[in-house]
């Protein structure tokens, strides 16, 4: 197929240059995206609202149905497509797929790893699951979410497994690498993204290593210690803000080392992180906490996956921060990890791949 005619219905909060990003680069698939935001991507974008009784839970937790997706018609697509099993929006697309008769194929793309996830208990979420049983492809992001899948008793024929990728291009190493004690920690300012042990980790790296900084990317309910720490001198921690990829990627080509500490919470346990595949791709080494399955994103050894310990976490900074060599060698061991198997280009190939052989079965 030349030309796959794809409608996705976004999350109420979908974040950016992710999912619907890859799908509006797989190879032959034009892409009509339902969204409250403008999209990124070489695609057609629907403006949408949302139905949201309650606002308590975001992205795939969100009690959200979108308006509109009646409006659309079914003889226009090929594909419907959503993000989560459990997602609100994933059960308005298993309607639409009824409503056209079976003609429309239906795709879940999931990151879920939690074998007995909370929300399947509610009914509406529950409901969602149910209905995208007989989908035609769950693509899975992560191989933990193939196995949740299979735990919950999904069709394995119906399962295919593609990693991420970024921008190898965007996210690359510096020229010459920083010889900085720079810190960076790019996440949500949230407490299961555990910016506060690394802050607290920073006071004791500092002991150690007086000169080292800290640099946070990002925004959340947490911001407040960031900024309190950033307005006292002393810490020398700045605040960059939220930032676009390539401010990102500058940001880490002008660090030394990568840091996050995330803890699960009731519903969530860390998938993969993306942040993890930039800041390898930039060159740098990666130390965080042993959160979910995150391993499935951080090679350790030669990065380091710890315990959610202040001190542990502040030994490894201080190691990366003092041994240049190890840090080169390490650096580019992730980088030529990314290449091989996170790259861009070579991902939403084999994603597009992933719903051609549905379309040749």
Not at 44 to 67: H, N, Q
Request: charged share 25%.
């Amino acid at each position: 197929m030349t030309d796959r005619r794809m409608l996705w219905v976004s999350l109420p909060d979908q974040r950016p240059r992710r999912e619907l990003f890859w799908m509006s680069r797989m190879p032959g698939t034009r892409v009509t995206a339902l969204a409250a935001q403008e999209p990124v991507g070489d695609l057609t974008w629907v403006p949408s609202s949302y139905v949201r009784p309650v606002k308590r839970f975001i992205e795939a937790g969100a009690f959200a149905w979108v308006r509109g997706l009646g409006e659309q018609d079914p003889g226009d697509y090929d594909w419907v497509a959503s993000l989560e099993l459990c997602s609100l929006v994933t059960g308005q697309a298993s309607r639409f797929r009824r409503r056209s008769g079976g003609r429309v194929r239906q795709a879940v793309i999931t990151w879920e790893n939690l074998p007995d996830q909370p929300l399947y208990k509610v009914p509406p979420y529950r409901q969602a699951l149910n209905s995208c049983r007989d989908a035609d492809l769950l693509l899975c992001m992560v191989d933990a979410a193939r196995d949740h899948l299979l735990a919950n008793g999904f069709d394995d024929s119906r399962i295919q497994v593609v990693k991420p990728g970024v921008p190898t291009d965007i996210f690359h190493p510096a020229p010459r690498p920083s010889e900085e004690p720079v810190v960076a920690f790019v996440s949500p300012l949230a407490p299961n993204k555990g910016i506060d042990r690394v802050l607290e980790a920073m006071r004791i790296v500092q002991r150690t290593v007086p000169e080292a900084s800290l640099v946070v990317a990002g925004s959340g309910p947490l911001r407040h210690l960031v900024d309190e720490a950033a307005a006292d001198p002393a810490r020398r921690v700045r605040h960059a803000g939220a930032l676009d990829a390539h401010g990102v990627a500058d940001l880490l080509r002008g660090s030394a080392v990568f840091v996050t500490a995330p803890r699960p919470t009731w519903k969530w346990t860390e998938q993969l992180g993306l942040a993890y595949l930039e800041a390898q791709a930039c060159g740098l080494p990666v130390v965080t906490v042993r959160c979910g399955t995150n391993d499935e994103a951080v090679a350790a050894p030669p990065n380091d996956l710890l315990d959610d310990d202040a001190e542990a976490i502040a030994d490894r900074l201080v190691h990366w921060l003092t041994d240049r060599a190890d840090r080169a060698r390490v650096g580019a061991l992730n980088r030529e990890r990314m290449l091989a198997e996170h790259d861009l280009d070579t991902q939403v190939r084999r994603m597009g791949e992933a719903f051609a052989r549905v379309e040749r079965a």
